[in-house]
């Protein structure tokens, strides 16, 4: 197809609200994007696991997941980027000390360390998820592309510390996941850009928080929603407005991706940066 665009789409306070409710304009601006042949694509610090009701509802094949550790084009596995097995071995050794419960991440799914470990029960409610599988060796016998740290925010310092190497993703008050260090969601979408062999001016991407500034710096036409951090919205190009107030479908109309007139929407201009 002719000027082929990709479209990257965060997850919660993107695509889904608060509430993790997709609005209804966001459901048909998607499928509009789709009918017009261009790639509408998941750009997540989640899991496939944690998601695929919300690729499901969406009709959406690709991904890039993990902050880029996995990246998915259409189905097919573009790239996986795997954690020292060494190291994910001391880190759970290590965090079981404290009491602090560590999550596996895969293509496949996603264990705990710990059975009713209050932060990770509170984080599931937020995302509004079942309790995941218990098993405190699942890494002993599969490969694992992310770890999530549950502790406190004060309690995350002696983790930093003590691995350099690693990068701790902060989320909310719950915990915080866990990467080498220069691993980013950039980084999983240059491997899907050189994949689809699409320009960089035919690319563009919407997020709302810190994990998002990697990649609405990469791209040209990077788009902040209007609940967004402020650091993410001094690197934007675009902020549109809130994710429960229409902010894809007014984003996708600036941009020029999705007609002013589509579904008899009025079209109120996101706020460009000077």
């Known amino acids: 197809m002719k000027n082929k665009k990709i479209i990257f789409f965060d997850i919660d306070g993107t695509l889904v609200t608060e509430d993790k409710i997709i609005p209804e304009s966001t459901k048909k601006s998607i499928q509009h994007l789709q009918e017009k042949g261009h790639y509408t694509v998941i750009a997540t610090g989640r899991g496939p696991s944690m998601f695929h009701h919300i690729q499901k509802e969406l009709n959406i094949s690709s991904y890039v997941a993990f902050n880029g550790q996995l990246v998915v084009c259409d189905g097919f596995e573009v790239h996986s980027e795997t954690l020292d097995s060494e190291f994910v071995d001391d ?22 360390t710990h059975a009713n470990h209050p932060l990770v029960k509170d984080n599931f409610l937020h995302l509004k998820l079942d309790y995941p599988a218990v098993d405190p060796n699942y890494y002993r016998k599969h490969i694992v592309n992310q770890l ?61 928080g810190k994990n998002d500034i990697e990649m609405l710096s990469l ?9 967004a951090v402020s650091e993410l919205k001094d690197v934007a190009s675009y902020i549109t407005t809130d994710c429960d107030q229409n902010g894809i479908l007014y984003g996708l109309q600036h941009l020029e991706l999705i007609e002013p007139s589509f579904e008899n929407h009025k079209y109120d201009s996101p706020i460009e940066k000077p």
């Open 91 to 112: 880190i759970t050794a290590y965090a079981n000390q404290y009491n602090h419960a560590i999550g596996f991440g895969n293509k496949k799914g996603f264990m705990i």
């Open 148 to 208: 999530n740290l549950f502790c406190t925010e004060q309690e995350e310092v002696i983790y930093k510390e003590k691995y350099t190497d690693y990068t701790f993703v902060r989320w909310g008050d719950f915990g915080a996941d866990v990467l080498p260090s220069g691993s980013s969601k950039a980084l999983g979408i240059q491997k899907f850009i050189e994949y689809a062999g699409i320009d960089l001016e035919h690319v563009y991407a919407f997020g709302d």
């Open 219 to 227: 791209v040209r036409n990077g788009v902040a929603m209007g609940n």
